[in-house]
Each structure stands twice: as C-alpha cells, then as structure tokens.
C-alpha cells in the first residue's frame, strides 16, 4: 500500500530554513496526484502550507508563499519543503499528504498522510 | 481564503449517543468538502468527501450531508473508538483550508 514519510531536522534555530523530505512507497510520484505539505501547531488545527505536482507545478498558500519553496525529485520518488526565515511561530508538526488529481472520486481529497514529523524552531 | 468554521468546538457524549457537528464555509464550496477524524499523536484519516460519500472503508455509521455554506456530520451511534478530533476541509478553491477542529469528548 501506498506510505508516506516525512524525514529531516527537529530542531531548527531562527531566522534560519526548515527542510523535510516526504519518502513515497507503494506508489510512483509521477502518477496523477498533487503532493502536499499541512501542518498543525501545538493545541492547534491544519493549516495547508503548499502542493507540487511531478511536472514542477506548485501551488503554495499566499502568506507562506514569499518563504516556501516544494520541490520533487523522481529519481528518488520524493518531495521536499523549504521554509526560510523561521520563527517560533513555524514550530509545528508537519506532514505530507496526497491528493489524487484525476481518475478517482477522491480528487484533491487528503486521502493518505504521513506520520508526520515533529519540528521545534529555537535557538 | 475560505474560512471554515466548526461547531461545537468540543462535544461531550457518551456511547451510542446520536451525534452531528457543523461546518460553515464563509462563501459556497458547492459540496467540495471533507471530513476527517484525527486520534492524538496520528494524522487525520479522511472518511467522507465531496459532503456525503463515504470513503471506502469507513463505518456507515458516519453520514455527511449539506451543501454550498452548510455541512453537518453526523455519527449515528457513537462508540468508543469515535472519541477523536474531527475536522473540516475545503477544497474548492485555494488555498485549502480546514476547520478548527471538534473534539468528541467521552461524557
């Protein structure tokens, strides 16, 4: 079956970049779905921060969109996240989601999710 | 962006009770919306979509209905595994936005 999972540093000191990666198995990147990333604060709810499709097409949440860049890599059928400039305000636990984008009533539903990974910006 | 907006906040039931939250969207979605259930320390997991189909998989015993500004979820007999944290989300338009979240609570 088709996982997700997210990898990378849980501490990250201010003003500097977070960076994760989402490993998919069970399934190619190159498929019909879009690859997102949600995160969820402490005590908080679900915020969409961005998506990628494999040709490189993004679509990013505007009040994020100056810090955030999603990129895929194929060769290794995954996808990354880079936040720049971070404040405490981005410490979160962060996932990765698929959307399928045609061929399914599931279209642009979150239908399989990573553990998520926990991320704490602090010097 | 579309806001979402869930209420209650928090439900206190107890098993078997007959339970609905809301979820109102701040312009009309038309039925592009989901719900998921989220257990604490797991992520969400999805069980109806575009407003009322169920997803494979998941108890009949969730029903979702509603359109445009309006949606409810309904669990129609609540046991003990329901006890979780249900949210909201869009996805007519972008940027994809969710609810803040129901917590069922055991009464």
């Known amino acids: 079956q088709v996982q997700l999972q997210e990898s990378g540093p849980g501490l990250v000191k201010p003003s500097g970049t977070l960076s994760l990666t989402c490993a998919v198995s069970g399934d190619s990147i190159s498929t019909s779905n879009w690859w997102s990333w949600v995160r969820q604060s402490p005590g908080k709810g679900l915020e969409w921060i961005g998506e990628?499709?494999?040709?490189?097409?993004?679509n990013y949440k505007s009040s994020l969109k100056s810090r955030v860049t999603i990129s895929v890599d194929k060769s290794k059928n995954q996808f990354s996240l880079k936040l720049s400039s971070v404040t405490a305000a981005d410490t979160a636990i962060y996932y990765c989601a698929r959307a399928p984008y045609s061929g399914t009533s599931l279209n642009d539903v979150f239908d399989i999710w990573g553990q998520g990974t926990m991320v704490t910006v602090s010097s | 962006d579309i806001q979402m907006t869930q209420s209650p906040s928090t439900l206190s039931a107890s098993v078997g009770d007959r339970v609905t939250i809301t979820c109102r969207a701040s312009?009309?979605?038309?039925?592009?919306l989901a719900w998921y259930q989220q257990k604490p320390g797991k992520a969400p997991k999805v069980l109806i979509y575009?407003?009322?189909s169920l997803k494979s998989g998941v108890s009949s015993r969730f029903s979702g209905s509603g359109s445009g500004t309006e949606f409810t979820l309904t669990i129609s007999s609540l046991q003990p595994d329901d006890f979780a944290t249900y949210y909201c989300q869009q996805y007519n338009n972008y940027p994809r936005t969710f609810g803040q979240g129901t917590k069922v609570e055991i009464k």
């Open positions: 575009k407003a009322s």
């Open positions: 312009q009309s979605i038309s039925r592009w």
């Open positions: 990628i499709y494999h040709s490189g097409t993004t």
